[in-house]
């Protein structure tokens, strides 16, 4: 566990992206236990009350569920269902502004794929 909170989005919140990118990454397979809110608030320095509020907004999307007396879990599907939210997210907070100031720019699909190619390619 090495997530170091910062900005200003709420501590819970961070925690439970991370626990998505862990998930994500596979460091948190489909149906295996992820750490208890004990072991989060100690980790982290963190009160147990904010950690529970970010492993249960994890539990309301249905990514993770608890096995009373055991633990939380990942659910099955959970990798397949953060992929799918961020996809979307990605299109909507990255391609589509992108598409609008190509399109500003009266540039052509084809130069947009093609810069797009080169990126790809080339980045990072």
């Known amino acids: 566990m090495g997530l170091e909170f910062k900005g200003d989005r709420p501590i819970f919140m961070q925690l439970a992206q991370s626990i998505e990118d862990e998930i994500l990454s596979g460091a948190f397979g489909e149906e295996t236990q992820i750490p208890s809110i004990t072991e989060y608030s100690v980790a982290y320095k963190i009160n147990p009350a ?3 509020k970010g492993i249960n907004l994890l539990v309301d999307r249905g990514l993770v569920y608890k096995k009373r007396g055991i633990g939380m879990f990942v659910s099955a599907g959970a990798r397949e269902q953060l992929l799918k ?4 997210a990605f299109f909507e907070q990255s391609i589509l502004p992108v598409v609008l100031d190509a399109k500003k720019l009266d540039m052509s699909l084809e130069e ?3 810069m797009i190619r080169s990126g790809f390619e080339n980045g990072n």
């Open 85 to 88: 939210e961020r996809r979307n």
């Open 112 to 114: 947009l794929q093609k």
């Open 50 to 52: 904010t950690a529970l």
